[in-house]
């Protein structure tokens, strides 16, 4: 709990830093903290899709596309 408050005092201080208002920093990560789970759930179509190429034999990849599929 210390690290995640530790991170949150810095981000708005980052901001702060940059010119925010307090409530524009909250705006700011707020609005990042939301997009994680778009993210999430992008990355987890994304680990689909490289195993199905990858079981299927879909079309050839080397090395650089298995350390892109973040499995």
């Known amino acids: ?4 408050n530790r991170v949150m005092k810095d981000w ?11 409530e524009e920093a909250g705006l700011l990560v707020g609005n990042t903290l939301l997009l994680l789970t778009a993210v999430r759930n992008a990355m987890a179509v994304h680990r689909e899709n490289f195993h199905v190429i990858r079981v299927f034999n879909v079309m050839e990849y080397d090395k650089l ?3 892109l599929a973040f499995t």
């Open 1 to 4: 709990m210390m690290a995640r």
């Open 65 to 67: 596309i298995d350390d």
């Open 12 to 22: 708005f201080e980052f901001y702060a830093k940059q010119g925010k208002t307090s």
